[in-house]
């Protein structure tokens, strides 16, 4: 059984659209190269809204991690506030892998998404528009919103 990697949690930015997106960057420390998951909540969710926990227990397996807050949320940029734009958080997306392509500390040619939530559904999507990327994981997937609410009756 291996150990746990210790690791250093940068804040980070990154532009998107007309604006920037706020996020964490957990990198493990002794890895030379690690591949890389950017974590990505649900509608109008946060990445303090316990993303870290996972994107600790990624850099404590030596994997990487970004998780972000999508435009118009806490503390990332973009106006109005609290705007629930699923073509902007897909754009979102899009711009924290090109973040992470920028990136010379982590091996971008192993990428991969996760999603809880609705950005579980995101992360579907996102896999598709990617075919690079090495993985996609949704957790709990909010995919479908008519199939959701019928599901949950009156």
Known sequence: MSTAHSF??????????????????????????????????????????????????????????VAFTYRHFGDSGGHPRQLLSIRRQLADWDAALAYVSSRTDVDRSRVAVWGSSFGGGHAITVAARHPELRAAVAQCPFTDGLASALALGP
């Open 8 to 65: 250093t949690r940068q804040d980070i930015t990154f532009p998107s659209g007309d604006s920037t997106c706020a996020g964490w960057l957990y990198l493990p420390t002794g890895v030379t190269s690690p591949p890389v998951v950017v974590l990505g909540h649900g509608l109008g969710a946060t990445r303090e809204m316990r993303l870290d926990a996972f994107a600790e227990r990624f850099a404590q397996a030596g994997i990487a991690a």
